[in-house]
């Protein structure tokens, strides 16, 4: 798949301290890639870097194909939207006229896409009402419906998500999935909490103290991310023959306690332990949560570092 963004090595620093360490990634076109990291991690710093309103120390990036050191690099970068920290909009306009006023900043002409913008990012019916009056979400969807002015090939979101109450964080999930498969847009998208991108992203990578700790496709983290069942029973040792037999997957965390990873029904776990001459306690669920991986990543960077 084609790269629409990349880095190299990238560093920054501010006086002493090491803000990014040799970034290096790779964003496929059409992806929907989701930047994981703790406050101060450094997701801000490497926006601010793709979208130009900072300076890398060292290292490079390209967008397009086109490196940052190419002078070209500033009319691909009219191919990209953004909202970093928070929206660019202005609260004394309503929403109509926020976006009419970036159709001119982008030297556009004509306005009869406005509408059809505006519903994407479900503020259709806001009227005159001015945009210091709206919600935190509808602030946020009114800076996308900005940031997506000139129908650029890329979204730069710096935690859009934050602060969002559950309803506006199913809505923006929506809109940007909507905006993804219906425009082809390619979204870099930041977060703190894994969880909430998980429901869109296509690709991670989770960064700690400036560095990528890992990337990897959705596909992958959910392969890693098992999905068990806890069965507390009066004895494990006697049900692994039976579990063998049948190829169910499991491990055994003590006499006790054991994980299974089959799709299997409860009332099969009681039957086979009826067979295997032990009794079953509870069957619970036991999922690795997406966060407790992340954490654990982020817990063996601090083992090392
Ligand atoms: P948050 O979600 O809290 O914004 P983040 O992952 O986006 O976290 P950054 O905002 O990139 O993190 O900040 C990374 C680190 O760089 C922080 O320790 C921050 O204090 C520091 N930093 C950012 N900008 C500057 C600056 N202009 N001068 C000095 N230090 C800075």
Do not use: W
Not at 100 to 118: H, R, V
Not at 188 to 217: N, P, R, V
Not at 231 to 239: G, I, N, P, R, V
């Amino acid at each position: 798949m084609e790269n629409v963004l990349a880095t190299k090595d990238l560093c920054k620093k501010y006086g002493k301290h090491h803000i990014l360490n040799n970034v290096t990634l790779d964003i496929p076109k059409g992806a929907i890639f989701g930047l994981v990291g703790r406050n101060g991690a450094g997701k801000t710093t490497l926006m601010r870097i793709l979208t130009g309103l900072a300076e890398p120390t060292s290292g490079t990036y390209s967008i397009g194909g086109i490196m940052s050191n190419d002078r070209k690099i500033l009319s691909v970068r009219r191919r990209m939207g953004s909202i970093i920290e928070s929206p660019a909009i202005y609260r004394n306009l309503s929403a109509y006229d926020n976006v009419k006023l970036q159709y001119i900043n982008l030297g556009m002409t004509s306005y009869e896409t406005i509408p059809e913008l505006l519903e994407l990012v479900e503020l259709s019916d806001t009227g005159k009402k001015k945009a210091g009056k709206f919600s935190l979400g509808m602030r946020q969807r009114l800076g996308i419906a900005v940031a997506l002015c000139g129908n650029p090939d890329i979204l730069i979101l710096d935690e859009p998500i934050n602060g969002l109450d559950p309803q506006g964080i199913i809505q923006m999930r929506e809109i940007l999935l909507r905006i993804n498969h219906e425009k082809h847009t390619t979204i870099l998208i930041s977060s703190h909490i894994l969880e909430e991108l998980s429901k869109l992203a296509t690709h991670y990578a989770f960064i700690e103290k400036g560095e990528i700790l890992q990337t990897l496709s959705s596909q992958e983290l959910m392969s890693k991310v098992r999905k068990a069942s806890r069965l507390k029973a009066k004895s494990t040792s006697l049900l692994c023959p039976v579990f063998d037999r049948e190829g169910i997957e499991y491990k055994v965390e003590d006499e006790e306690n054991m994980d299974i990873y089959s799709d299997i029904t409860t009332s099969k776990i009681v039957a086979l332990a009826n067979e295997a001459g032990t009794e079953v306690i509870s069957v619970s669920e036991n999922n690795e949560s997406l966060e407790g991986y992340f954490m654990n990543l982020v817990a063996m960077k601090d083992g090392i570092s």
